[in-house]
Nanobody, 124 residues
Framework: QVQLVESGGGLVQAGGSLRLSCAASGRTSSRYTLGWFRQAPGKDREFVAAIRWTGVSTYYADSVKGRFTISRDNAKNTVYLQMNSLKPEDTAVYYC?????????????????WGQGTQVTVSS
């Protein structure tokens, strides 16, 4: 089992920044992919970004490319999502997820473990 706990959400004005954190514990593995997803009210969950637990590979949704940066601190077992130039359409609950598969993916159902989510609200 892997436990994931997100933090860092909040209310920010358009154009502002937030950094989300995802602390992982339990049976983490160097093979894992850690991903961020989000779900806005009335909308489907969507992929935001992913990073391999080892190596340098990252993967972003087109909607956040150039504004969001995913990174990790292996010593702290934590993955971060730095969000800059935030827009009202970024408002959503953001979830951290872990996938034990060998290939980095944006497909939500491939992820085995999920955190409880953290709310991000961007005001116009």
């Amino acid at each position: 089992q892997v436990q994931l706990v997100e933090s860092g959400g909040g209310l920010v004005q358009a154009g502002g920044s937030l950094r989300l954190s995802c602390a992982a514990s339990g049976r983490t593995s160097s093979r894992y992919t850690l991903g961020w997803f989000r779900q806005a009210p009335g909308k489907d969950r969507e992929f935001v970004a992913a990073i391999r637990w080892t190596g340098v590979s990252t993967y972003y949704a087109d909607s956040v490319k150039g504004r969001f940066t995913i990174s990790r601190d292996n010593a702290k077992n934590t993955v971060y999502l730095q969000m800059n130039s935030l827009k009202p359409e970024d408002t959503a609950v953001y979830y951290c997820a872990a996938d034990s598969g060998a290939i980095m993916t944006s497909v939500g159902y491939r992820y085995d473990y999920w955190g409880q989510g953290t709310q991000v609200t961007v005001s116009s």
